[in-house]
T-cell receptor
Framework: GIQVEQSPPDLILQEGANSTLRCNFSDSVNNLQWFHQNPWGQLINLFYIPSGTKQNGRLSATTVATERYSLLYISSSQTTDSGVYFCAVLMYSGGGADGLTFGKGTHLIIQP | DGGITQSPKYLFRKEGQNVTLSCEQNLNHDAMYWYRQDPGQGLRLIYYSQIVNDFQKGDIAEGYSVSREKKESFPLTVTSAQKNPTAFYLC???????????FGSGTRLTVV
């Protein structure tokens, strides 16, 4: 199956800093999503981005499908950005779709 | 408000017992998924269902069972055959392949 590697595994930043999280995947995909898991375990979908670039406020994401990687940018970090960020991918072809395959995540801590 | 409701939030199971985790969605999504998360790890797919009365095994289905009798509901049973069931269980749904996933708030299962 598809392998998903996220880097860095841990990141500690001061409030106001910018950060870039990376997701590499081992095969072609036609579904790629970024999620944020808060300290209580809730997963929130940030982006559905199998290719191209999207922005939502201080967050943006870019996926270069031909080179099999995606980047999540967080600007002007706030303490509420703390948590674990997951990248998840899927390649489906006809028939039913399998579920997403998740990376192990980047644990981000924003210090005040 | 539309969303996914998982219950209970916390569940304790004795050795040898079967327990059932509830997952209900009012998003009118066709597909539903069950994931397991262990501490410091990403999510692993247990079962998924694309339509009513049909479901498929994921990567770690052994010791689990599901049903999909209604579009809104996708309960997961953790059987006594699951040797290490202590984990955080997350249910998700999606409308179609090209859309993102919505997750419930999770159930923490502990064996006592």
């Amino acid at each position: 199956g598809i392998q998903v590697e996220q880097s860095p595994p841990d990141l500690i930043l001061q409030e106001g800093a910018n950060s870039t999280l990376r997701c590499n995947f081992s095969d072609s995909v036609n579904n790629l999503q970024w999620f944020h898991q808060n300290p209580w375990g809730q997963l929130i979908n940030l982006f559905y981005i199998p290719s191209g670039t999207k922005q939502n406020g201080r967050l943006s994401a870019t996926t270069v499908a031909t080179e099999r990687y995606s980047l999540l940018y967080i600007s002007s970090s706030q303490t509420t950005d703390s948590g674990v960020y997951f990248c998840a991918v899927l390649m489906y072809s006809g028939g039913g779709a399998d579920g997403l395959t998740f990376g192990k995540g980047t644990h981000l801590i924003i210090q005040p | 408000d539309g969303g996914i409701t998982q219950s209970p939030k916390y569940l304790f199971r004795k050795e040898g017992q079967n327990v059932t985790l509830s997952c209900e969605q009012n998003l009118n999504h066709d597909a539903m998924y069950w994931y397991r998360q262990d501490p410091g790890q990403g999510l692993r797919l247990i079962y998924y269902s694309q339509i009513v009365n049909d479901f498929q095994k994921g990567d770690i289905a052994e010791g689990y069972s599901v049903s999909r009798e209604k579009k809104e509901s996708f309960p997961l049973t953790v059987t006594s055959a699951q040797k290490n069931p202590t984990a955080f269980y997350l249910c998700a749904s999606s409308h179609e392949r090209r859309y993102g996933y919505t997750f419930g708030s999770g159930t923490r299962l502990t064996v006592v």
